[in-house]
């Protein structure tokens, strides 16, 4: 946090409760994936990242904690590409699957007790990863939308997982990465009466949903939604966020969620990233400005940009612009 509230008296607060108070800004962790790939892991895999579920449990643990070691509040679970469905194709049975998605909060939670025996200061949380239903069929969809499914039809997709990771308790699930406004729609529909916060996060591109609904459209979605206690975007390009920013606040009065890939581009022709990064501390501390109160970063931002985020964060808007070490791990 960038505030006071790692405090004795702070540690036991909810993630909910520190955005209610308006007081400071929680620090979101960076992409998964690339520290995982950093530790050596092969994700050529349809199931990704969720694929360590199964065989290298501990891996993922260590990628958490590296996150919590650099500064984060905020881990993001492995569950992003983990469904019932990707198991199934695999051999996995229902019930084991189930197994898998509980363990992705234990071992972020695993993580959180080890970076607090470092002396790594709370408080930490946990936010369970529910990507949207194009990461299940891992054939790029997830970043255009419009699947030809109904909102029901999304929603009966979701609610399964979304009822498992919220037994497992974590401090709030990440509807993350969503591209349009339909599955949206089945993802508030699908945490109401769950029992645990949620934020909603799209993936945009020129001010719109990757489906090319507008931002006023989107971010309405969860206007009224008592479950959903924060909004914004994330896997975006860093220059995308600021317009997002204000459209977030002024549509939804809700506090904001933000974080973006490193800049650079994936060439699916190569596999492999492209161009340079664009994400440093002085946009971080401008999208702090304009409203948002979760900051993080996702594909390509390492330890050492969000390393950069917290230093950023805790300098304060008057001093901060240029006051932190930038850059992205690569």
């Known amino acids: 946090m960038t505030s006071d509230s790692s405090s004795g008296a702070a540690a036991a607060r909810s993630l909910v409760d520190v955005l209610a108070s308006g007081v400071g800004t929680v620090v979101l962790d960076g992409g998964l994936s690339n520290q995982l790939r950093a530790g050596g892991h092969d994700l050529s895999d349809e199931l990704w990242s969720a694929r360590l579920l199964m065989e290298r449990p501990e891996a993922i643990t260590e990628a958490h904690l590296a996150y919590f070691e650099a500064g984060a509040d905020v881990a993001i679970t492995s569950s992003y590409q983990a469904t019932f469905e990707g198991f199934a ?26 970076a607090g025996s470092k002396g790594v200061r709370g408080p930490l949380w946990v936010a369970a990863s529910v990507g949207p239903y194009g990461a299940m069929l891992a054939d790029g969809s997830e970043y255009r939308g419009r699947y030809g499914l109904s909102v029901g039809e999304l929603e009966r997709f979701h609610r399964p997982r979304v009822e498992v990771l919220a037994e497992a308790r974590p401090d709030v699930l990440a509807l993350e990465t969503v591209p349009d406004v339909d599955e949206a729609r089945a993802l508030v529909r699908a945490v109401r009466g769950i029992g645990v916060p949620s934020w909603l996060s799209y993936s945009v591109a020129g001010g719109r949903t990757r489906a090319g609904q507008s931002l006023e459209e989107a971010f309405a979605v ?109």
């Open 222 to 330: 969860a206007a009224d939604a008592d479950e959903v206690i924060a909004v914004g975007v994330n896997c975006c390009a860093p220059e995308d966020v600021d317009s997002a920013v204000a459209t977030a606040v002024r549509v939804t009065g809700k506090p904001v969620v933000v974080y973006p890939n490193s800049g650079e581009t994936w060439d699916a022709g190569v596999r492999g990233w492209s161009g340079r990064s664009t994400f440093s501390p002085e946009r971080v501390v401008g999208w702090e400005r304009a409203g948002a109160r979760l900051i993080g970063g996702c594909c390509r931002v390492g330890p050492g940009a969000v390393s950069g985020i917290a230093q950023a964060l805790r300098a304060g808007p008057a001093s901060g612009q240029g006051s932190a070490p930038g850059g992205v791990d690569l």
């Open 89 to 114: 194709r695999r051999g996995v049975s229902r019930e084991r699957a189930g197994e898998l998605l509980a363990l992705s909060v234990g071992l972020a939670r695993e993580a959180a007790r080890r």
